[in-house]
């Protein structure tokens, strides 16, 4: 049995943290960038340097849109959970931490009629995966809207194959030049549906930027695509200098015959995300 309790405690903890402590994996990639970047790109990432460490001194948010927080649960379907349902806990952890943090709110109730906001940042945005085992794996992204807006879903043919997949990407990025705070990490999903892959892009914002992706084919694409979006040259804050892209990761699904969806999902140097695996005590697991 898991306590829904320890889930609220962690989860409260990670989203109070991941607002004011860039992760280590993007930290050292943007340290990485920063030693061979030039001219403005080098003042821009010396910019984003001071930025991150006033953050953690001063325990306030890398950035001002703290954004909507995305939560990926994956529950072991023997899993069980004592105490609140596990929806209302992530509100619960998502809505204290915010009000107790002083994080802005960013969400509206409704997207196009009066846009009042929920005051609250509720309700996060949940995708549910039923897996093997008797743990709960729960994931979050706190994803601003600056980057987001620059996200794009493509429904390629089948035809266009991995040039068309780069080419795709290429086009997104130079559509978004500097808006979303580059330089950036981007997460693409390939195959499955057209909603399907823009979930699985969101998904694989979660890496680690210093992992390999297990199938060789894939780890070179995310290889070419960054690539191609650095020869860009839109460089840090837009103003050239320096590399666009400090990551590219890939998560990839079955599809139609007939189709090759594609996503993008844009995410600032803020590259904030938390993870954490819940598993049942050690006496309860044996029983």
């Known amino acids: 049995m898991i306590c829904s309790q320890y889930i609220y405690d ?41 930025n991150i460490r006033l ?14 927080i995305l939560c990926f649960v994956e529950y072991g379907e023997h899993a069980e959970i004592s105490g609140d349902s596990l929806r209302y806990v992530l509100a619960r952890a998502v809505e204290d931490a915010f009000y107790d943090g002083y994080f802005r709110k960013s969400v509206v109730a409704d997207p196009l009629n009066v846009r009042n906001n929920t005051g609250t940042n509720l309700p996060p945005l949940i995708h549910w995966e039923v897996v093997p085992g008797s743990s709960v794996r729960i994931s979050l992204l706190a994803k601003g809207f600056g980057s987001e807006n ?13 040039r068309g997949v780069i080419t795709a990407v290429e086009r997104i990025m130079e559509r978004a030049g500097g808006a ?40 070179s694409l995310e290889t070419d695509i960054m690539e191609a979006v650095n020869r860009l040259g839109i460089g840090p804050g837009g103003l050239g200098g320096g590399d666009t892209c400090l990551g590219v990761k890939i998560e990839s699904s079955p599809t139609h015959i007939a189709g090759l969806p594609l996503a ?11 993870s954490y695996c819940f598993r049942p005590t050690a006496a309860e697991a044996s029983v």
């Open 10 to 50: 962690t989860l409260y903890a990670g989203i109070r943290s991941m607002q004011v402590y860039l992760p280590k994996d993007v930290q050292v990639a943007l340290q990485r960038h920063a030693k061979r970047a030039e001219g403005l790109g080098s003042t821009v990432l010396k910019a984003v340097e001071e």
């Open 55 to 68: 953050a953690g001194e001063s325990c306030v948010p890398l950035c001002q849109d703290t954004g909507m």
């Open 150 to 162: 620059c996200s794009c879903t493509e429904m390629l043919k089948p035809t266009a194959g991995r």
């Open 180 to 219: 979303p705070c580059p330089p950036v990490v981007l997460g693409i999903g390939i195959g499955g549906t057209m909603d399907y892959a823009a979930v699985l892009s969101k998904k694989a914002l979660l890496r680690e930027l210093d992992d390999i992706h297990p199938s060789s084919y894939y780890a």
């Open 264 to 274: 993008v999902s844009v995410n600032c140097w803020a590259d904030r995300k938390f």
